[in-house]
């Protein structure tokens, strides 16, 4: 019997999630909570207008339409226990309990588990008091980052080159993210690589891995820039590596993996519970491949998730089995996979925003998509968007994204910025008044 599937979110990686999910042959109904503008054109996607933060109208409204499994996409319902509350009424859900979701809700918690469990990362100390920071930063070297210890919407990590910029970054996470705690480490360079994996209920060691993404966080140009949640990403960005490369890395990822779930395991063992969901580890390579752990996410990332989906899609794999696997898979990772046979593909994702964003950014202007033609290697998946009137206004800082999959790593690039300069900005619905300057994106996307 078919399922119906709930994603709960609003984002660019819920509508990708969603649009992948409701291809697969399982599914029958795919609803999306509270959805977006691109989510409502899809024709086998339903939005649902709920507040995501309210546990019992999500309950009833899975109950009374019959949903089988609901999948969480952003990080704030997961560390605010949406997972425990649907497990309390024995409605099947995919996402981390909130026990375990605070290995993204607290970067104080994540830094220390990293220590306490042998995983490589940035030296580290924690404050809560600006002043005893700002004391800190009198004898230490430049750059530096500086973390707030909570949810921050990709917004609360800053880079400092100076003690001027490290006070001002101290102030502003202090006051602006409800978080009594921060984070200052040392600055990691190298090669930043996205290593994503779906953790079942097959349990530990039967994870998969999904292909290795680069995701650009700063807004500018060359990594300079305030940070982002996300300016654009691109999928085996390692291709160019020897396998023997790819394998060695693939190792050390994956003895990151297992002591991360291992510990996170055995430190809510009281839950009788263990790790499921989605499981996001941000790394830094060094020059010799070395790798440190950044971050934890316990969701998919995004714009990874977009640019994923659409790889995936053209792989023709069925996400839902991954997901809801019912017996031990011997899915094989991508990466070693690519590494064996030499595959030539590649996929990137380019993001659209608002100007000003991440900052306070410009809304409700217009968008006319008409020229570029969609297809199986090329999709535009909606983030910051609602439709007024069969026309896209754009509600969001980052607006949409377009996505090319290829064989080729420098046509699929061009072709994602051809396309993306096909967009028309309207600073008005009757599309009279065009403003492209309320709209920016990278031009250094996949280099």
């Known amino acids: 019997m078919k399922k119906n599937i709930l994603v709960i979110g609003q984002g660019g990686r819920e509508h990708a999630l969603a649009w992948k999910l409701s ?4 599914i029958q109904k795919t609803y999306v909570c509270p959805g977006n503008g691109g989510t409502f054109l899809e024709k086998n996607i339903i939005n649902v207008d709920l507040d995501i933060k309210n546990h019992n109208i999500l309950i009833d409204f899975v109950k009374s339409n019959n949903i089988d499994f609901t999948i969480v996409g952003p990080e704030d319902p997961l560390v605010n226990g949406l997972v425990n509350s649907f497990i309390e009424n024995d409605l099947k859900i995919f996402g981390p309990l909130k026990e375990f979701a605070i290995l993204e809700g607290s970067k104080v918690f994540a830094k220390d588990f990293m220590l306490k469990n042998d995983i490589p990362t940035a030296n580290h100390t924690m404050f809560n008091a600006p002043e005893k920071a700002k004391n800190y930063l009198k004898n230490i070297k430049y750059p530096i980052v500086i973390k707030a210890d909570g949810l ?6 800053m880079i400092c080159e100076n003690q001027t910029e490290a006070d001002y970054a101290i102030e502003k996470l202090f006051n602006i993210t409800h978080s009594n705690r921060i984070v200052i480490e040392d600055f990691l360079s190298g090669q930043e690589l996205s290593a994503i994996y779906i953790c079942n209920s097959q349990g530990k060691d039967f994870e998969i891995g999904l292909p290795w ?21 691109v999928s085996h960005p390692l291709c160019f590596e020897h396998k023997n490369v790819v394998y060695k890395l693939h190792l050390a990822i994956e003895e990151t993996l297992n002591k991360t779930i291992s510990g996170i395991n055995k430190h809510n063992k009281k839950t009788n519970h263990q790790y499921l969901g989605f499981l996001y580890i941000g790394l830094m390579l060094d020059t010799q491949n070395n790798l440190s752990v950044l971050e ?15 790889y ?26 690519k590494a064996d046979n030499d595959l030539s593909n590649y996929c990137c994702t380019i993001v659209l925003a608002a100007k000003g964003y991440p900052g306070e950014y410009k809304k409700d202007f217009y968008l006319d998509i008409s020229n570029i033609q969609e297809s199986q290697t090329l999709k535009i998946f909606h983030a910051g968007t609602t439709i007024d009137n069969n026309i896209i206004r754009v509600t969001g800082g980052r607006i949409l994204t377009v996505n090319v999959f290829g064989e080729n790593k420098d046509e699929v690039i061009n072709s994602a910025y051809e396309n993306i300069k096909k967009i028309k900005v309207f600073e008005d619905k009757d599309f009279k008044d065009q403003n492209q300057d309320l709209v920016f994106f990278r031009k250094d996307i996949g280099s």
């Open 296 to 310: 934890y996410n316990c969701r998919m990332g995004d714009p990874e998730t977009q640019n994923l989906m659409l």
């Open 23 to 26: 291809k697969s042959q399982k």
């Open 213 to 233: 993404t680069k995701d650009y966080k700063s807004r500018d140009e060359y990594n300079s820039g305030p940070n982002t949640g996300g300016m654009g990403a």
């Open 312 to 337: 995936l899609d053209n792989q023709e794999v069925d996400l839902y089995d991954y997901i809801d696997s019912t017996k031990i898979n011997s899915f094989k990772d991508f990466n070693v996979l």
């Open 152 to 157: 921050a919407a990709g917004k609360g990590v």
